[in-house]
């Protein structure tokens, strides 16, 4: 069925550092891809999406590209901050019918940036 | 704020007590969901609502129910809790027809003890 598999955690990093949060995916057709992010005690927030192969999504300093040949989408961003502290979700999309979408989730990777 | 707004915050049920999450949008979404994470396993799928005046299952429905009471709300019932359904329940909505995901509430901390 379809899967998403992201690095285990938990992932420390000290401010500034380059991170990358890897994320692989098994589905059927072409799924839309998302990450997520969850701050403590809140729910979660859209990060970025790419709806098609080879598209970039981007939003705050993190980048993703949607590799279809390799099934992956992993996140990355080049100077962490220690506000960027959270739990990463990486997640795909399947169509539900009449207008739904299943979102098929990761385990979450936490990250924790050391000032 | 526009949103998806989920009461309440946290909950502690008995064995056998009942309970009805409540969830409501006000972003005109057609399709609302409920999900539970759990530690290490992500998010899964209870139920869902594609629109107003339908429901399906999702991957984990036994031991709840739900109601679309309108298009705005979507309320999530634990009949006779267990404490297998200790968790955090999240609902969500999306607008349909679109790949935009979902816009999540702040969830709903459950212990069944």
């Known amino acids: 069925g379809d899967s998403v598999t992201q690095m285990e955690g938990p992932v420390t990093l000290s401010e500034e550092a380059f991170l990358t949060i890897n994320c692989t995916y098994t589905a059927t057709g072409y799924p839309s891809l998302f990450w997520y992010v969850q701050y403590p005690g809140e729910g979660l927030q859209l990060l970025l999406k790419?709806?098609?192969?080879?598209d970039k999504g981007s939003n705050k300093g993190f980048e993703a590209t949607y590799r279809k040949e390799t099934t992956s989408f992993h996140l990355e961003k080049g100077s962490v901050q220690v506000s960027d502290s959270a739990v990463y979700f990486c997640?795909?999309?399947?169509?539900?019918?009449?207008?739904?979408?299943?979102?098929?989730f990761g385990q979450g990777t936490r990250l924790t940036i050391n000032p | 704020n526009a949103g998806v707004t989920q009461t309440p915050k946290f909950q502690v049920l008995k064995t056998g007590q009942s309970m009805t999450l409540q969830c409501a949008q006000d972003?005109?979404?057609?399709?609302m969901y409920w999900y539970r994470q759990d530690p290490g396993m992500g998010l899964r799928l209870i139920y869902y609502s594609a629109s107003e005046g339908t429901t399906d299952k999702g991957e984990v429905p036994n031991g709840y129910n739900v109601s679309r009471l309108n298009k705005r709300e979507f309320s999530l019932r634990l009949e006779s809790a267990a404490p297998s359904q200790t968790s955090v329940y999240f609902c969500a909505s999306s607008a349909s027809g679109t790949l935009q995901g979902y816009t999540f509430g702040s969830g709903t901390r459950l212990t069944v003890v």
């Open positions: 972003m005109n979404h057609n399709s």
């Open positions: 790419a709806t098609k192969a080879d």
């Open positions: 997640a795909l999309s399947l169509n539900l019918g009449q207008g739904a979408q299943k979102l098929v």
